[in-house]
C-alpha cells in the first residue's frame, strides 16, 4: 500500500509500484528507513514502515531537474 503525502500523478504511483515490487530501491544512509528509488522518469524517496507493507510518497522528481556536473574544457583566447 502506497500513502501519497502530495498529489502525485497517476503515472509516477504506477511506476513506483513497479519499481517497488522489482525491489530497486536504494537506502538512505542518514535516515532509517528512507529510500531513494531511480525510476525511468522519476526520482522518488519513501518511507517504508518497519512492520507491515505500507509505503509513505514523500517526494516525486524529474530525473532531469538533478544537477549535473558538467565539464567545461578551459578555452585560450
Known sequence: ????????KAEQLAELRILLNAGLDRADARRTGFFEINGAANVYYIL???FGHKVVLVAA???????????????TA
Open 1 to 8: 500500500m502506497i500513502e501519497d503525502l502530495r498529489p502525485h
Open 48 to 50: 517504508r514502515y518497519p
Open 61 to 75: 522528481w524529474d530525473r532531469e531537474g538533478e544537477p549535473k556536473t558538467e565539464f567545461v574544457a578551459p578555452t
